[in-house]
């Protein structure tokens, strides 16, 4: 089936990971509004049926762990009997964790790289038969993280600059094919996920110390609108907002420069990491929001 016009969803099949909540869920109910049949794919499923549940008959939810091949066709197999194909699918479903690498959680920490690394490359490698029959799009979540590579966030900013990277090399690969690919960096926005970083006993009081833009967090709307206008134009790239995107063109200095900006505020945090530990466990510590929880349960 031949691509539809740049700009135009109506009618597409949208299949969303990590929809139950925040950008998923909102990505889901803004590109129904605008005519596409939203397929939400993920864990929690009583949260993704509520989401359903708002849209109306052009939503269906399937469960599905995106770091499980079996899951992941089953629901695919069971989307394409649903709506007939899948023409775009936006990788979204990501967890974190709070820690340092020397203290963290060991299965918390390696559970963030499966579910947002390895849970992209499996999402799109059982979707790309779909999608090369539809001409479609391909849409992973990247973030800030992949730029910018603070500390407490080393898994986290490893998948997402491997997101980045996998998307690069896949764009090429699959061009001919008529099928494009995107990914997406959103900075920090209130999600459950950055909610639950922030209210982290000792990393919340670390993130609360990020200067200017790149600790700011935004509202949810500035994510959808700018990934939604990405979608829409099946874009390359989205920043969200757009000065994330600068900060590409000077990715080189950014380590040495985090670096020095970390040496006031990590000894201290570092040491409360290692109490907060001691009195939670490794565990309690580290898991970050629902998703993370939902993942890491399994």
Not at 12 to 26: C, F, N, P, Q, S
Not at 86 to 101: L, P, R
Request: include cysteine; aromatic fraction near 6%.
């Amino acid at each position: 089936m031949a691509q539809g016009r740049v700009g135009d969803v109506n009618g597409k099949v949208v299949l969303i990971t990590g929809a139950a909540r925040g950008i998923g869920a909102g990505l889901a109910e803004r590109l129904a509004a605008r005519g596409a049949k939203v397929a939400l794919v993920g864990l929690e499923p009583e949260e993704q049926q509520k989401v359903a549940d708002r849209i109306g008959d052009s939503a269906k939810a399937w469960e599905a762990d995106v770091t499980d091949w079996d899951a992941l066709e089953r629901a695919m197999a069971g989307v394409r009997d649903h709506f007939g194909g899948i023409d775009i699918v936006v990788a979204n479903a990501g967890i974190a964790t709070s820690g340092f690498v020397r203290s963290v959680d060991p299965r918390a920490f390696e559970k963030v790289i499966e579910v947002d690394l390895l849970g992209v490359w499996r999402t799109f490698r059982v979707a790309l038969p779909y999608v090369i029959e539809r001409r479609g799009y391909l849409l992973a979540i990247s973030s800030l993280a992949a730029i910018t590579h603070a500390p407490a966030m080393a898994n986290y900013s490893a998948a997402k600059a491997g997101v980045e990277a996998f998307v690069n090399s896949l764009r090429p690969e699959v061009a001919h094919l008529g099928v494009k690919v995107g990914v997406a960096h959103p900075t920090w926005i209130k999600t459950d996920l950055v909610e639950s970083a922030d209210a982290h006993p000792v990393f919340g009081k670390l993130r609360a110390t990020m200067p200017g833009l790149i600790g700011k967090t935004y509202p949810l709307s500035v994510a959808l609108d700018c990934i939604e206008d990405g979608i829409l134009k099946r874009a390359r790239t989205i920043h969200a907002p757009k000065w994330v995107g600068g900060l590409k063109l000077i990715r080189a200095f950014l380590p040495p420069i985090i670096e020095i900006g970390s040496r006031s505020r990590v000894p201290a945090a570092d040491k409360a990491a290692l109490a907060d530990i001691e009195a939670r466990g490794a565990y309690e510590s580290s898991v970050t929001g629902h998703g993370g929880r939902a993942a890491t349960k399994r």
